[in-house]
Each structure stands twice: as structure tokens, then as C-alpha cells.
């Protein structure tokens, strides 16, 4: 069975840092392009950034509102993805999904599947 | 960034009937190289993750029931439930994978009449 298992949210003050994790199974995590999705209280899907595989670099992009704060890295030894968040704001304020946009040793592009997030809030 | 804009924002449908939304994207995401529509449709019910149900604008993801479908051109796609069923009850979100960053709709809601 496919698992993707978010951990690490909960409350900061704004300027503050957090780092999550994200568990995958079921599948080779290795092989996987991975990336974070967010969704602010009652509003609509933002992706945050990916890493690709490392064997297609590694490398990763991140969207502009996030670009410089924060940072994405993998351990495939621990099939484990990560996103530190540096100088949070209060419009960082979401839950935060991991998600495969490739999980079949290729950058497919769509994100299938998704863990159940975990919510972060920015507040003093 | 391109952008994609889904209408309506929101619909009510009676059981049995067709939902229709519509996903309109600022510039083609149709690859000239492959002839490929790179767009997906996903379905986000409350408390849940987005499930995806469809990708290459047109290809149904594994396990999803006939009853949905895509269709589109290089800009304006449309998303179908063809007799809506109260489980379909969701906010439904179009992404566009073209180029990054990816970026989706701002999300329909379907609620029943």
C-alpha cells in the first residue's frame, strides 16, 4: 500500500522556522520527484516546490512566494522528504501536502498520490 | 506563471444530472512535440487530500468511475460528471503541469440541488 505521512506542523510565531517530514512507502522513493503542496484555511491548492530524483540531479525549484525561505531535501536511505521553512510569515499559514509528481522513475507531472498534510500556523 | 481559471466557482446539481466546469489556462499547455494537453483534474472532498482523477486532459487515473471525464483544446478544458452521485459532493481543482511552476485552479465547488 502507498503511504505518504506528513509530520512536523503546529504553531510558530511569525520569523520562526519549522521543518517537516514527509514518510513514504509502497513505492521507490528513490525513483520519485517529490514535491509540497500547500492550502491556506478554505482556499485553493499552492505548490510550494520539488526535488527531482537524484539520479536526475536532485535538484529542486521552488515557487516564487517561497523561493530564498525555504528548502527542500530528501534522504532516500529513510524514504523521507523534507521542508525546512525559514522566516515564516503569517501567509505561510496552511496545511502542507507531500505528493509524488513521478513515482514511476519519471517525471510524470500530475500528483498522485498525496499524504494527509500537516497544518502549520504562523502567528504571534 | 501560468494561470488557470476555473468556472463556475461554484454549482448545484440534481442527483442523476451532468455537472459541467469549465478550466481555462493563460497560454496553451498542449506540447506540439507530443500533441499532449498537460493538464490534470483532481477532486478534494472536506477533510481529505486532493484524489486524482484525471491527467492528459483526457486519461482517466486507475479506479475512477466512468461518469467523469475530460476533454479540451490547447486552452479551455472541461471537466464532466455525467449523472452526478451525492459521493461526488467535492471542490474539484484543474492543475496544469506544462511548465513550472505548476499551478492550479482556484477550485469548483459541486454541491447537489
Given at each position: 500500500e502507498v503511504q505518504l505521512v506528513e509530520s512536523g506542523g503546529g504553531l510558530v510565531e511569525p520569523g520562526g522556522s519549522l521543518r517537516l517530514s514527509c514518510v513514504v512507502s509502497g513505492f521507490s522513493f528513490n525513483d520519485a520527484w517529490m514535491s509540497w503542496v500547500r492550502q491556506a484555511p478554505g482556499k485553493g491548492l499552492e505548490w510550494v516546490g520539488r526535488i527531482k530524483k537524484k539520479s536526475d540531479g536532485g535538484t529542486t525549484d521552488y515557487a516564487a512566494p517561497v523561493k530564498g525561505r525555504f528548502l527542500i531535501s530528501r534522504d532516500d536511505s529513510k524514504n523521507t522528504l523534507y521542508l525546512q521553512m525559514n522566516?515564516?510569515?503569517?501567509?505561510?499559514?496552511a496545511k502542507y501536502y507531500c505528493a509524488t509528481?513521478?513515482?514511476?522513475?519519471?517525471?510524470?507531472?500530475?500528483?498522485?498520490?498525496?499524504?494527509q498534510g500537516t497544518l502549520v500556523t504562523v502567528s504571534s | 506563471d501560468i494561470v488557470m481559471t476555473q468556472s463556475p466557482d461554484s454549482l448545484a446539481v440534481s442527483l442523476g444530472e451532468r455537472a459541467t466546469i469549465n478550466c481555462k489556462s493563460?497560454?496553451?499547455?498542449?506540447?506540439?512535440?507530443?500533441?499532449?494537453?498537460?493538464l490534470a483534474w483532481y477532486q478534494q472532498k472536506p477533510g481529505q487530500p486532493p484524489k486524482l482523477?484525471?491527467?492528459?486532459?483526457s486519461t482517466r487515473e486507475?479506479?475512477?468511475?466512468?461518469r467523469f471525464s475530460g476533454s479540451g483544446s490547447g486552452t479551455d478544458f472541461t471537466f464532466t460528471i455525467s449523472s452526478l452521485q451525492a459521493e461526488d459532493v467535492a471542490v474539484y481543482y484543474c492543475q496544469q503541469y506544462?511548465?513550472?511552476?505548476p499551478t492550479f485552479g482556484q477550485g469548483t465547488k459541486v454541491e447537489i440541488k
Open positions: 522566516s515564516l510569515k503569517t501567509e505561510d499559514t509528481d513521478g513515482n514511476s522513475g519519471w517525471y510524470e507531472g500530475w500528483f498522485d498520490p498525496w499524504g | 493563460s497560454q496553451s499547455v498542449l506540447h506540439s512535440s507530443n500533441n499532449k494537453k498537460y482523477l484525471i491527467y492528459w486532459a486507475s479506479g475512477v468511475p466512468d506544462y511548465i513550472t511552476p
